[in-house]
């Protein structure tokens, strides 16, 4: 008999017993199987990965701490100035004068100061009319009382305040759209 003949015969043997072994017989063997495969699969916490796991929080926390607080710190106020940015932008306002356009009225009162900035240009314009002198006077007083009304829709109810915003926001539109063409922005007029 050849060598090569031996081994396979010898190999074939060995993996029939480790198939019997490893698949169990009977009832003890398929009891077996389950609490193996029960043990192999278990990725839950028990008592005693929670233990472990309160030990080494207890280790590596407080050497931690200290170099990461500075790290998380300075990221949180990254964060916080690129968000006060982005909001200031949206609402066409310098950063700075962000807390005066905070709370639900905010962009209409950003767009308030901002017409008001627009109809200082149109009454230094050099082509101002009388005419856009007195439109400039009437839309200032309605200005001030359009600011007044979102500040006091402040604390009105949900329903009473959206419906205050929009009557604003439409008065602000015709304001916007005049001064506008006052100032001879080509498409202004709609």
């Known amino acids: 008999m050849p060598v090569d003949e031996a081994n396979s015969k010898f190999t074939r043997k060995a993996s ?35 233990k472990n796991a309160v030990r080494v929080a207890k280790v590596i926390v407080p050497a931690a701490v200290p170099a990461l607080a ?18 200031a932008h949206r609402l066409g306002v310098d950063v700075s004068q962000l ?28 082509r101002a009319t009388r005419e856009d002198q007195e439109f400039v006077t009437r839309s200032r007083s309605t ?5 007044a009304s979102v500040r006091a829709a402040e604390h009105m109810p949900a329903p009473r ?9 439409a008065e602000l539109d015709t304001i916007e759209t005049e001064v506008l063409r006052r100032l001879g922005v080509p498409g202004a007029a709609s």
Do not use: F, I, N, W
């Not at 072994?21 to 003890?28: D, F, I, L, N, S």
């Not at 500075?70 to 909001?87: C, I, S």
């Not at 005066?100 to 905010?106: D, I």
């Open 143 to 147: 200005l001030e009382q359009l600011t």
């Open 16 to 50: 029939a017993r480790l198939l019997t072994a490893t698949k169990g017989t009977g009832a003890m063997g398929r009891r077996a199987d389950r609490t193996r495969s029960a043990t192999e699969d278990d990725s839950g916490l028990t008592p005693k990965r929670a």
């Open 99 to 126: 807390p005066e356009y905070s709370g639900r009225g905010g962009a209409l009162l950003a767009r308030l100061a901002g017409a008001a900035v627009a109809l200082t240009q149109l009454s230094r314009s050099e």
């Open 70 to 87: 500075p790290l998380v710190l300075r990221v949180a106020g990254a964060v916080r100035e690129a968000y006060d940015r982005r909001q």
């Open 161 to 169: 305040r959206k419906a205050a915003h929009r009557a604003v926001a």
